[in-house]
């Protein structure tokens, strides 16, 4: 019932910069918290950040510092700030959602590539 829907992946050279979007629509009512994960090949999926709608940010320590998450509540969108890109952040993102009062369900987006590389 929510989709999402993310942007912004591209190739970089390792000190760069990119920003994720990730747009949410459909029962976008009582969602909870919206975050991005990621995925490099061969290892599992990994919390990068998560906003809660109250505000409050979680970051992976191996971003703390040159990500930053930021939030959209009348557009329905999350964004990413990618700073100092590093080879290791070479991954598929991956834009989550949590929604429900009682039962709460996650929701994926389809991903976007973000690949560092010289």
């Known amino acids: 019932q929510v989709q999402l829907v993310e942007s912004g992946g591209d190739l970089v050279q390792p000190g760069g910069s990119l920003r994720l979007s990730c747009a949410a629509s459909?029962?976008?009512?009582?969602?909870?918290?919206m975050g991005w994960y990621r995925q490099a090949p061969g290892k599992q999926r990994e919390l990068v950040a998560t906003i809660t709608s109250g505000g409050a940010i979680k970051y992976a320590d191996s971003v703390k510092g040159r990500f930053t998450i930021s939030r959209d509540n009348a557009k329905n969108t999350v964004y990413l700030q990618m700073n100092s890109l590093q080879p290791e952040d070479t991954a598929v993102y991956y834009c989550?959602?949590?929604?429900?009062?009682?039962?709460?369900?996650?929701?994926w987006g389809q991903g976007t590539q973000v690949t560092v590389s010289s």
């Open positions: 459909g029962s976008i009512f009582s969602i909870n918290a």
């Open positions: 989550n959602a949590v929604r429900g009062r009682y039962i709460i369900t996650n929701y």
